[in-house]
Nanobody, 124 residues
Framework: QVQLVESGGGLVQAGGSLRLSCAAS????????MGWFRQAPGEEREFVAG????????YSTDSVKGRFTISRDNAKNTMYLQMNSLKPEDTALYYC?????????????????WGQGTQVTVSS
């Protein structure tokens, strides 16, 4: 089992940047495929990006490609999401998630463990 804690959210103006972190504790972090999701009020939880154990597979939705970068540091048991050129439509509660599968699931149902989320608000 792994416990996940997100941090780094906040209020930022459009065009600004934030870096989210997801700290993991518990069993070997390096063995987990990780993902970032976001959920705006009244919307479904949306896949943002995912990364497998050796950073060999990286995915992101079209809406964030070229602006967001996912990475992980297995030595620090931490995953990151660097978000640049933020837009008001990026406003959401951002969650990190973990799964033991080799591939990167895009569906929330593909993940077994979740953090509590960190709020990102982008003002226009």
């Amino acid at each position: 089992q792994v416990q996940l804690v997100e941090s780094g959210g906040g209020l930022v103006q459009a065009g600004g940047s934030l870096r989210l972190s997801c700290a993991a504790s518990g069993r070997a972090f390096s063995g987990y495929t990780m993902g970032w999701f976001r959920q705006a009020p009244g919307e479904e939880r949306e896949f943002v990006a995912g990364i497998n154990w050796n950073s060999g597979s990286l995915y992101s939705t079209d809406s964030v490609k070229g602006r967001f970068t996912i990475s992980r540091d297995n030595a620090k048991n931490t995953m990151y999401l660097q978000m640049n050129s933020l837009k008001p439509e990026d406003t959401a509660l951002y969650y990190c998630a973990a799964t033991r599968t080799w591939s990167v699931p895009r569906s929330p149902s593909g993940y077994d463990y979740w953090g509590q989320g960190t709020q990102v608000t982008v003002s226009s």
